[in-house]
C-alpha cells in the first residue's frame, strides 16, 4: 500500500498537471470512449480527489475510470508540463484496497502466476499441451466457445503458438562474440518472452553476438515485476525487482531487453527501490546500464548485415518503447541497415494497439475497438511484415491479422536482422 510520504510526494506530482487538455487528443481511451473521465486530465482529477480525501478508494467510478486506462504513457509524451502520469497512476493503483475491480483479478493473476517462475513456466507447459492435442480446436469445432461470453473464444484464440522444443532450449550461459569483442552484455530473458518467444530470445543473442558482444544469459531470471508495478502491485513488483539484480553482474557493460514493457520497468528500478537502504544504489546502477536491443544497437554502432530481406515492412512502436522510454528512431534505424527491405510509416504507430499488458483480458471490449483501428492502419500500408518490440502487441497484432484473415506476419525487429545475418530469404514479397 502507497505511504504517507508517497501520498505527499504523489500531491506535488499531481500539481504539475495546468489541465490545458493538450494530452487529450493522444489518449486512446477517451478517443474511443469520449468521455473526460477517461481522459488523462480527467484521470488527473480525479486520483487527486482521491489524495485529497473527497473521494473514497472504492468508489465504483474511480475505479471504472482508472481501470479502463491503458497505462500507454501517450499522453506523457505530449504533456508540455511534464507531468509523469505513468507513476502517478502505478502509485495510486497500489494505494487502491485490493478487492476493488481495478486491483483483484490482476493481483491474483500476477501475484499467483508471474511473480513464480516455476509456476509460469509450469502454466507455460500446460499451454503447450492444450495446443499440442488440440483440444481447443476440438471443442471450437463442436461449438463449446458458442456457450460461454464472447471474449472466452477471442482470448483462447489469442494463445501465442506453440514454439517446438528447439526453439525453448534454455539459452547457453555464456555466448562467445564473434569477431573483436566490442562489450560484454547480460540478457534478460524476460517471462513472457522467455515462455512464448524464445525464438526472439535465441535471435537477439545471434545478433550481438555477431555485433562482437559477449552475451551473459543468467539462468533463474523469472519476471521484472512490469506486469506488477502496471496493476498497482509494487511490492510484488519490488520483490521480482531485487531477484533480478541479483542475477545479473555488475561487471556487465549493459543489460540488454528486447520487450518494451520489460525494458521501461527495468529503467525504473532505482525509482522503485528508492527507499530499500540495501538496494537503493545496485538499482541505480542496474537502471542505468539497462538498454532496449534497438537502443543498444544504434548506439554501439551495428554492423550491417550482408543478407537481405527482401519484403515490406511497417513498424508498430510498442507504446513502453516510444512514450515511456522515448526509443523510437532506434529501432527504424536499424530496420532501415537491413538490405531490401523497404520499411514504410504506419499512420498512427505510436497509438496503442490495445494489448497493454494484460488490459486485453480485464477491458476486452475497448481492447478490440483499438485493435480494429490499428488492423485498419495496417491493412493500409500493403506491409507483408509488421515489426514490434513486445511481445503483448506481437500477440494482439498476430490475433487481429488471423481474425481478420490477413497474410501477415508479425516479427520482432531483432528476429529480422537476425535473418539478415543468416542470409535466410525471407519470401514475404
Ligand atoms: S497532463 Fe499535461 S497535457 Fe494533460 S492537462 Fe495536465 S498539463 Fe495539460
Ligand atoms: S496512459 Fe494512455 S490511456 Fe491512460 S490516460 Fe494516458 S494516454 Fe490515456
Known sequence: MTTVSDTQSLK????KCVHCGLCLPTCPTYDVLGDERDSPRGRLFQMKALMDGVVPADDPSLNR????CLDCRACETACPSGVRYGQILEETRAALPPSTAATAGRTIVLGGVFGHPGRLAAAGMALRAYQRTGAGRVFRRIGGFSLLPPRFGALEAMLPPFQGPVARKPLPVLTAARGTRRAKVGLLTGCVMGQFFAGTNAATTRVLAANGCEVVTPRGQ???GALHAHAGAREQARARARALIDCFDSSLDAIITNAAGCGSMLKEYGHLLRDDPAYAERAQAFASRVKDIGEFLAELPLRPPDGRVDARVTYQDACHLRHAQRVWRQPRAVLAAIPGLDLVELEGSADCCGSAG?????QFDISMRLLDQK?????????????????GCAIQI??????????IEVAHPVDLLDRAYRGERSGTH
Request: hydrophobic letters at 40%; a positive charge; one cysteine or more.
Open 375 to 391: 488492423m485498419d492502419r495496417i491493412a493500409a500500408t500493403g506491409a507483408r511484415i509488421v515489426a514490434v518490440g513486445n511481445p
Open 398 to 407: 498476430k490475433y487481429g491479422a488471423r481474425s481478420r484473415g490477413l497474410r
Open 222 to 224: 523469472g519476471c521484472c
Open 65 to 68: 475510470h482508472l481501470s479502463r
Open 358 to 362: 494484460i488490459y486485453n483480458v480485464t
Open 12 to 15: 506535488m506530482l499531481l500539481r
